[in-house]
């Protein structure tokens, strides 16, 4: 046996792991393939690149993923503290910066004596990896093509993919604030006697600009929605048979299910009024700030797979973004996933192989916060197998059963472990918490805060 664990791949579960581990005084082997080589989607040559959405979500405790971090946070997540400390404005949701959230995490790895981080991509069989030690593959959505067909080999999967896309990114300073204003929902504080010039002034003199807000009338909108369905899109071979996953949903076609799709989903208008009417807006199209200056903000829900000049194009038509300048464009690109419910147990440990653990989006758990989650437990459990294996005792770490399932850590492990013919990515919800015993509380967020104070007592 090994007297250091190997962990796959550098993203968000990986990095986890690896901080875990450490911080327990056992080495660890953590190989990352960039900059050798990258996927389609990522061009970072830091540690934990995040490529879609640089929104960690709410950090609220009636919503599942803010429960998830405060379940993470007292289990000294190292990611969770350093997006924390790289957040920019966001209202109620942790988003962070991230570029400067990759860096810092790569420091913290790449700086600890324990962790030896190897910059190549794995192609030796994952078998004969395992004979000689504990592996945590956490390889994530993207893993190479090389890789997958070693993992397809001994899982005795042929397919495990679906589809996920990344929304564009545009210039603050090309943004018409003439027509752009600053707010969260709900939260917009303009007064009647304000000009508009005075109201943006007094937004801009507020610590918190979370959101930047394109307000649509009906016209607008619906010239708009024409535009974006029968705009170009890539089209790939593989993907004529391409799965998509709800939650990472293209623009585009979310708009082709119906005119309104988009006005009850990511550009609903509700909670806002145009500065200039005084009246809510037929549809809004928000932008999050995605760097710690605030001058890159991406578009709220506009994942896409649209050519990169038909993004120019229709997206330039949403008013205010007349003259964006484009940061970056979305891209859709092809996520891998196992079987996790025939092959891991809620511990993310392999059933047919004791030695290799799973982690990440390769799970089958969706989101970056559910990512770090699952990187934590595997990392827990693969220390206990190493302590079994050496007869010593490494830090304090959970029994193998895992973490209760009242807890959303323990839910996601028990939601991947457990048999389903209908299996997908799944994000933190409530949904997937057992109810709450003797209680049935129809208000939802009070039922959500019930929920959330059991599993903090559990935890």
Not at 116 to 142: N, Q, S, Y
Not at 341 to 353: G, H, I, Q, S
Request: net charge negative; aromatic share 10%.
């Amino acid at each position: 046996m090994n007297d250091y664990i190997t962990i796959i791949g550098g993203g968000l579960a990986g990095t986890e792991a690896a901080y875990q581990i450490a911080k327990r005084g056992i080495k660890v082997k953590l190989y990352e393939m960039k900059p050798v080589k990258f996927s389609e989607a990522h061009s970072n040559k830091d540690l934990a690149e995040i490529v879609c959405s640089n929104s960690f979500k709410s950090n609220l405790l009636t919503n599942a993923c803010g429960l998830l971090k405060e379940e993470l946070r007292r289990l000294d997540s190292l990611l969770i503290r350093i997006a924390d400390e790289t957040k920019v404005p966001a209202g109620q949701a942790l988003a962070v910066d991230r570029e400067e959230f990759a860096k810092r995490v790569t420091q913290e790895i790449e700086s600890n004596p324990l962790i030896e981080v190897i910059h190549e991509e794995v192609t030796d069989k994952l078998e004969d990896i395992a004979k000689e030690g504990i592996v945590i593959i956490a390889t994530g959505p993207l893993t190479s093509i090389g890789l997958s067909e070693q993992i397809q080999k001994i899982t005795g999967q042929d397919k495990f993919y679906f589809y996920d896309a990344a929304a564009p990114i545009v210039s603050r300073e090309s943004i018409d604030f003439n027509i752009a204003f600053y707010g969260d929902r709900y939260s917009q504080e303009k007064k009647k006697e304000e000009s508009i010039e005075e109201w943006h002034k007094r937004l801009e003199n507020q610590e918190e600009q979370s959101y930047i807000n394109l307000p649509m009338s009906k016209e607008e909108y619906e010239e708009f929605w024409k535009a974006l369905v029968e705009a170009e899109v890539v089209t790939l071979h593989e993907f004529e048979k391409r799965e998509i996953f709800e939650g990472c949903m293209p623009v585009e076609i979310m708009a082709k299910r119906g005119i309104d799709t988009l006005r009850f989903g990511p550009l609903k208008p509700v909670g806002f009024d145009d500065p200039r009417t005084g009246r809510r807006p037929y549809a809004i199209v928000q932008l999050r700030q995605d760097d710690k200056v605030a001058s890159m903000y991406n578009l709220v829900g506009f994942q896409t797979n649209l050519k990169y000049g038909e993004q120019k194009r229709v997206f330039s038509m949403i008013p205010g973004l007349q003259n964006a300048e484009f940061v970056k464009y979305g891209v859709m690109h092809r996520n891998t996933y196992i079987n996790s419910p025939e092959l891991l147990d809620e511990t993310y440990n392999l059933k047919e192989n004791q030695n290799i653990y799973f982690a990440g989006q390769i799970t089958g758990v969706e989101g970056y916060v559910e990512s770090i989650s699952s990187g934590m437990v595997a990392a827990l459990n693969a220390i206990k197998k190493y302590e079994q294996a050496f007869g010593e005792t490494f830090g304090d770490t959970p029994q193998k059963q895992g973490f209760p399932e009242t807890t959303v850590i323990g839910a996601l492990a028990k939601y991947i472990s457990t048999p389903n013919s209908k299996f997908q990515p799944m994000n933190a919800n409530f949904g997937i918490l057992p109810e709450l015993e003797g209680k049935k509380i129809k208000d939802k967020k009070q039922r959500y805060m019930e929920l959330s104070k059991r599993s903090l007592e559990n935890f």
